[in-house]
């Protein structure tokens, strides 16, 4: 079962409304003891064991989620260059030592240890 809780920061804490349990409201100093509450009372309501109950948090906080969320898709962007990289490398790899070029040119040619190299040779036999 997921539950999902709307959490916006007040000056001492968090007020934290869950409208799938009766519109249930309470505060709480921080996140994790309002997801704790809310597991205990959704597991009391539904007879589902606490650990098959997932809350979600959803924090109210206007323009600061909007960066978070920003910031998020541009590591998710992130990743997939690095590995978009990481392929193109060991082509590039590859393609040197089918020309006949020994690991220690291509690592020159590229700044990186003569290991390094192995290693991409490597990964490209797996």
């Known amino acids: 079962m997921e ?5 916006e920061r007040q000056a001492d804490g968090w007020s934290v409304a869950v409208p799938a349990l009766d519109n249930f409201q ?5 996140l994790d003891k309002a997801a704790d509450l809310i597991r205990a009372l959704a597991s009391k309501k539904t007879g589902d064991p606490i650990c098959d109950i997932i809350v979600t948090i959803e924090a109210v906080m206007p323009g600061i989620i909007c960066d978070l969320e920003a910031a998020q898709a ?3 962007d992130a990743v ?14 590859r393609r040197m030592r089918i020309e006949g070029l020994t690991m220690r ?9 003569p290991q390094r190299i192995a290693q991409l040779t490597a990964s490209e036999s797996n």
């Open 26 to 30: 309470t505060t709480a100093k921080r």
């Open 74 to 76: 541009k590591m998710q």
């Open 3 to 7: 539950v999902k809780a709307l959490c």
């Open 80 to 93: 997939q260059l690095q590995e978009q990289a990481s392929a193109e490398i060991r082509d590039v790899v």
């Open 105 to 113: 040119d291509i690592a020159v040619i590229l700044g990186v240890t």
